[in-house]
Every structure is written in C-alpha cells, then in structure tokens.
C-alpha cells in the first residue's frame, strides 16, 4: 500500500494459517487478506473484481491441486501473473502448551494426509507406532490439538498454525526434503507490475504455448527460438489438451521481458510457425521474509 | 496373475475406494491388493520387497502430492516403471439411498477439499447457498453420509466410494474439466516388463536428466539428441534441485525403447555432453477398463 491509497484487497488459498497464508502475509503485510476454500475461488474472484490480487499455489503444495491453477488460467480466467515468490515449505510437530513436557510420548499426531507425506521419514524412525490420524488440513489438525490440552497429541503444521492455536513446536522441521519449496503466483485482472521493492534481479515472463501438431521435433523447433536469441527458460512443463489424443501445451518461464525486442521477435515467430501463444505477463519474483 | 502362479502383492495409495484403488483394481483385478497411507510408504514397500509391485499417483490428483513421487524417484528409491495408465477422474453427486428422492434439498456436502475444488463450477451454479464441508478424503466423506441416513447430506467423490457404502449417485460427472485424467505409475524393483495384454502400442522410456549447468540453450542442445533422431517426446517437466541456485532435472518420456540403437546412441551422448541420465525403464501404457 502506497501512502493515501486505500488498503488492497488479497485473495488467497485459505484456511487461515495455510501455507498460501504465510506467503501471502510476507509479500503484503499491510493489506487486507481474504481466504477463499479453493483455487478456483481464489480465481473467480480477482477475475470478477472483488479483489485487487490473488495469490495461489503453482507448484508443490500440499493444498491445492496444482494443476488446477494452470488449467484455470489456459482455460478459463483472463488473469495476468504480477508476482511470484517462493516459499520454503517447512513442517513443524506441535503439541498443547500443557503437554509440552511430554511430547516424547504421543499418543497420536494429526495433519493433512499430505503433510503426513512429506514428514514420512521423521515419522517413521521416531514415531514408528504412534498412529498417523488424517485431516482436512495443517491447520485443522492444530485447531484440534488445542481443543484437546488433556491429551497427549500432536500437529504437524507450520508456524502460523502454531502461533494462531497457541501450541508449541516441540520439533522443527521434520519434513523429508530440505529444498522443499512452494511457488507462489500473485494474479491481477490487468497487465500492470507490482511495485518492486524487493524482489530478485530478473524480470521473468510466462508463456502458454499450444503447439501446431504434435510432430517430432516440434519442440525442438520451439526451443530454438529461445536459443540463438540466449532466452534464458527458467521452467519448462508440458500438460495434456485431451489425453491420449497427443495435443499438448507448454507452459514455459522466459527470463525476459515481453517488451523487449527479443522476446517480441521469438513471439512473433511462434506464431508464424502455429504455434498459438498467450503471454500471462513479465514479472519479478518477490524475496519473502523468513 | 498367469496360471499355476502365486498371486502378486500389489500396493497402492488408499484409502481403499481412493481413485489410486480404481486405477489399480482395473489394471490388476486378480491380484492381492494392500493400501498404503502415503506415496512413501508405497514405494518403501516395493523398494524393501514387501511387495511385489506398487501404484502410485503421478501427476494431477486430488490425493497425493504429485511431486513427492518424483522426488522419491529421483533422490532416494532404485526403482523402475514397469507401466502406466492413464484413469479418468470422475466426480459424482451421491447420497444415502433413504435421501435418493429428497437430493435437490441437500442441507450439506462433504468431501475432500481438492474435490470440491474440481466441482467448483458445478457447486457454484447448482448448489450456491449449500455449506461446503471439507473432509480428509473423498472416501472418508462418503462414509459418513452412509452412517447418517436420517440427514440430508451429500458427498462427492467416485464410483467405487458409491459402491462401498451403497450410497445413491443422483449427478454423474461434475467435476469442472471433463478430460481431466490422472497418470499413475506401476513401479518394481526390477528393470522387467509386465506382460503386455491390453496396452497401447508405443513403447515409452522415462528419462531424468540432470544438465551439467545451466546455460542458455542447453535444454535445447539436450533436445535435439532426440530431435534429428525423431525421437518422439510425450512429456517434459523441469523440477528445481535447489530452489533459487539455478539448477535443474527434467523428466522426460520418450517414445522408444532403451535397448534400441538410437536411445542408446542418445543417452551416450547426453552422457558425453555432461548431462547425468538415469532412466527409469521402458515400459508400455495400460488401457483401464472404464
């Protein structure tokens, strides 16, 4: 928020005390954040203007289907990407302030089955017979555990589901992978820029590419118009149009802006050789606080 | 199972009635099939032989991590992909049977946060003013309309939910997308072949490739190894390494066998270039009865 402007509104992936939450918390500390259940709602409403911005999970996460994102936006929102940041994805046990002498003997630990998944190997070396109860999410499990200050449980989640339930975190990141990390996106109905206070060097921007027909090659083909030009692709992903059918798209990060004259000529050749091309826009990706 | 031999034990992400159940059960109906809790716990249970084979999600689901599988993959298990299959993901209306006339004043519906998500449309159109309410899995909210036949509750989620707990399907397919599939690997210790009696033609190898360094064009010069060889790709991704520090892998699968004259020419030169190669197997795709 720039001074004598009203708060802008954010929509993110809820509950409260999600992953999303956190991220979207360090890249706007001072707005106003609202928690949509699911991805497409998240969409639907920055598309229908009753937000500024959405933020929603592109890859790894434990809280969406992330290929619902990209879906949505080749086939459904007009939305523009105005921000990224990644996020690092870490899991913490917590149990009740009044248990917290006795967390060596939990009697049971709750969490999203996914989290559950990403903690096996903690789990299985320390906790090898302590039964695993699944939840509908991180932070339901921590609500749960704080209803409960008799019972020697235990949440896996992270430090904001701690913090919102007043729980404490008597082991901190348990999950397998260290490198763990979540992209976020910041998605606004106009092709504008966040103002970039801190962010990393490189504006980036996202191509969705259907190509022509699904020769050998074709790809190839593709990629040599980023090459001779040393486009630098930070992320290359190939998704079904109808499975089985052998259509695909790509959605591919450039390390350019659409505005300069190498990415508007590499565009336009792509589009010269079929290939249908739309530009979800040039952006930076935002450092988040840790 | 061929004739005279034991069954094979064949694990697969659950709960049971899970969309993992369906893909399974459709491509080995004869076989003694054990549920895991998590994408872990299935590969560690092929990788240290308590069973024979295992079925894991690998791309777009509503019940794993998709990335947790090719992060197990790549970093820690020495297994290899003996097939693939390809399942619809259909999501249906269902209620218990005592509510089957009443199902148009449903008072809530229950199910898997993902789920709801791919019926977002649906929900939004048809069921605006109904309480969403998000439960650990789509089979778990199936069964709790089943022990409350008094209340008129709906869940969402598959067939095989409906069948197990005799729940009525009174909206079939309503999920947003209606060529959304999920991919789903058959993974063993050994570098065998299943026995091929309902599969696609193409035989298929998986790659994943870690590029020497990241430089402008390298995926371009990792791609036309198989280019000028019309080496024919159906998928590519790229994961981070290490999020931040520019370092990739890339999973791709190529049209071809890894025992054939120009695979093997391929990946000795990839290997020539740098790139480190491990390849997964060749194996075929199976066609799921639906």
């Known amino acids: 928020m720039r001074n004598g402007e009203r708060h802008q509104r954010i929509a993110y992936l809820g509950p409260e005390a999600s992953f999303t939450y956190l991220a979207t918390k360090s890249l706007f500390p001072n707005e106003e954040l609202e928690a949509f259940s ?9 598309s229908e203007e009753k937000v500024d911005l959405a933020v929603v999970p592109l890859e790894n996460t434990i ?27 870490q899991q913490h046990l917590m149990v009740h302030k009044n248990q917290k ?3 060596q003997s939990i009697e049971e630990i709750y969490s999203h089955p996914h989290a559950l998944a990403q903690c096996h190997k903690y789990l299985y070396y320390r906790f090898s017979s302590v039964p695993l109860q699944r939840y509908s999410s991180t932070s339901a499990a ?10 020697c449980i235990a949440a896996i989640g992270n430090v904001s589901s701690a913090e919102k339930y007043d729980l404490e975190i008597v082991q901190k990141n348990i999950h397998d992978f260290q490198f ?31 190509l022509p027909v699904n020769v050998s090659g074709a790809l190839h083909q593709v990629l040599s118009v980023f090459a001779w030009r040393k486009l630098d692709l930070s992320k290359i992903e190939s998704r079904p149009l109808k499975t089985g059918l052998g259509e695909y798209f790509f959605i591919m990060d450039v390390h350019a802006d659409e505005n300069g004259a190498m990415m508007k000529g590499a565009m336009e050749e792509l589009a010269a050789l079929g290939c249908n091309v739309k530009s979800l826009g040039t952006y930076y990706t935002f450092l988040t606080r840790e």
Do not use: Q
């Open 142 to 151: 921590a609500k749960l555990v704080s209803e409960n200050p008799d019972r």
């Open 101 to 103: 002498d006795n967390w």
């Open 63 to 89: 809280e969406g289907t992330v290929t619902l994102t990209i879906d949505y936006l080749y086939h459904e929102a007009d939305l523009y990407i105005v921000g990224d940041c990644l996020s690092k994805i």
């Open 38 to 46: 699911t991805i497409p709602e998240c969409i639907e409403a920055v």
């Open 180 to 210: 763990n990390h979540t992209r976020f996106l910041v998605l606004s109905k106009s092709n504008t820029r966040l103002p970039v206070d801190h962010s990393e060097g490189k504006a980036k921007t996202t191509l969705m590419i259907t």
